[in-house]
């Protein structure tokens, strides 16, 4: 068993596919120019070694683990395409109105490259 496939499953089973990961257009011009190169979600979405394709450039995600809100840091949200963890704040919460951003949430954290 290879090392990808041991820490793929030590994790719980996906509730998405990786072809959700990554869907507002001005997020996966971030991903293409190499400004982001995470994204948080609510659930699973991809396993380690999973290949994104995002208008035909490819990136493999790296490493996937969880993450509570307040543990994000300002390089966490450089990752995620943003100057500053509260430009971060700001823009999640103006895509899921109603929600507060609670510290003690915790997130999935997919963390990718472009694949050569």
Avoid: C
Wanted: glycine share 6%.
């Amino acid at each position: 068993m290879s090392d990808t496939t041991n820490r793929n499953h030590q994790l719980p089973p996906k509730n998405g596919t990786i072809e959700q990961l990554v869907t507002i257009s001005e997020d996966i011009e971030k991903v293409i120019a190499g400004k982001k190169t995470a994204t948080r979600r609510n659930d699973r979405y991809a396993d380690i070694g999973e290949v994104m394709s995002l208008n035909n450039h490819k990136f493999v995600v790296h490493n996937v683990y969880t993450q509570s809100l307040g543990e994000m840091t300002e390089a966490d949200a450089q990752k995620e395409g943003y100057q500053t963890l509260d430009a971060y704040k700001e823009k999640i919460l103006s895509l899921h109105p109603g929600m507060r951003w609670v510290p003690s949430m915790r997130v999935w954290v997919h963390e990718y490259k472009r694949q050569n």
